[in-house]
């Protein structure tokens, strides 16, 4: 299910793989954000998903933009996750309190303990431009993120 409603992106401040401190706040006014919700770090979908990020990241990331990836897994398996498959973008941890990020957006299952696979465009002046939920079983397309993209930066809300 996606959504072009244009709302306030929740803050957060989350752990990255290795220890630092990331919040959204820190992007605003500086940078568009893609932040991808992800189940659980080293399964096959979410697996594939985030190297299909990797592969496409310098249609996602660049000067005008950040991508951010959050599960509910420990910064601690973020890291081996990361240096496993050589992730060149945070993997932050919303481990404690446990999914509070995740609701936030409301992206966390209940009944799981962890993230649903959702995606969020986010302007520069921090509002979520386009948005996209799948259930867990159901991998996103990258091509989907690079259009929602462009139109935030062709519109001119994202510089």
């Known amino acids: 299910m996606s959504s072009t409603a244009p709302r306030p992106a929740p803050d957060f401040a989350l752990p990255d793989q290795h220890g630092r401190t990331v919040t959204l706040g820190e992007f605003r006014g500086q940078r568009n954000v893609v932040l991808v919700f992800y189940p659980f770090a080293f399964t096959s979908v979410c697996s594939g998903e985030l190297r299909a990020l990797q592969d496409g990241l310098d249609a996602l990331q660049g000067e005008d933009t950040a991508l951010l990836a ?6 601690h398996a973020q890291r081996v ?3 496993q498959e050589g992730f060149a973008f945070p993997l932050l ?3 404690w309190p446990h999914g509070n990020a995740s609701r936030a957006y409301g992206v966390f299952d209940e009944d799981k303990g962890c993230a ?4 969020f465009v986010i302007d520069r002046e921090g509002v979520i431009r386009w948005s996209v939920v799948n259930g867990l079983p159901d991998a ?3 091509h989907d993120y690079v259009k929602a993209l462009e139109a935030v930066r062709s ?3 994202g510089h």
């Open 155 to 157: 519109a001119g809300t």
């Open 116 to 119: 649903l696979r959702g995606s």
């Open 70 to 75: 959050v599960s509910c897994d420990s910064m």
């Open 93 to 95: 941890s919303d481990f």
């Open 140 to 142: 996103r397309d990258l």
């Open 81 to 83: 996750f990361s240096d």
